[in-house]
């Protein structure tokens, strides 16, 4: 019995490494046809949106759209990190009071790095704040820690895609979830650290370089 505790114990990166590679292709899979049947509905909305002036009230105004048909587990978009070699599909967390508690995503993280659900969608707000792994279900975040100043980090969305640069990373404990309402930044990444510690919290804070809207 000890033996077989220990194999499993010492298979567990890997199947989990396993299990994550699946979920984020069915979770690619469903942004395809969420962004497919989005695309419907803003186009229902173009006399709505031509009214407003900027495309910082367009933004806002396709993120609360995008919002209303969201609920925990669907995929938001696709996180794009060059240097640290991320391309994650990024899914809806917890929403609600719930959503601060450790456990409540623990299923989602499974799959792939999770939104915050306390924190708004890119362009209704800041940061957009999202949590993943960095030693298990693949590790997505393991290499979060190589990111330097002006680094770019990349969302694609089915209503736009939003360019973010690095600007500082810390570390904090894990109980300072202030980090999820710096308003100073757009984009917030988080993940355990040290690696295989679940003692701190590493994050990367990012600022907007810009977005495109899609039509």
């Known amino acids: 019995m000890l033996l077989i505790a220990g194999g499993l114990t010492l298979a567990f990166p890997f199947w989990s490494a396993a299990y994550t590679h699946f979920e984020q292709r069915h979770l690619s899979a469903d942004y395809q046809r969420a962004s497919a049947s989005f695309s419907s509905t803003a186009r229902q909305q173009k006399s709505t949106l031509a009214l407003l002036h900027t495309p910082a009230m367009r933004a806002r105004r396709l993120a609360a759209l995008f919002a209303r048909g969201l609920k925990p587990g669907d995929p938001i978009g696709r996180l794009i990190i060059p240097h640290a070699r991320i391309n994650r599909i990024v899914v809806q967390g917890s929403t609600g009071s719930s959503s601060l508690s450790p456990a409540s995503d623990t299923a989602y993280l ?3 790095p999770v939104h915050y659900g306390v924190t708004p969608l890119p362009g209704a707000g800041e940061p957009f704040a999202v949590a993943g792994h960095r030693t298990t279900y693949s590790a997505p975040f393991y290499s979060l820690n ?8 990349v969302l694609d969305t089915p209503y736009g895609r939003f360019d973010y640069s690095v600007a500082r990373i810390t570390t904090v404990l894990p109980s300072d979830v202030g980090v999820l309402y710096d308003r100073g930044y757009a984009l917030v990444l988080t993940t355990c650290t040290p690696p295989y510690s679940a003692s701190h919290r590493l994050v990367v804070w990012a600022s907007a370089r810009g977005f495109t809207l899609k039509p």
């Open 110 to 112: 499974r799959g792939g």
């Open 146 to 153: 190589v990111l330097r100043r002006g680094d770019r980090i």
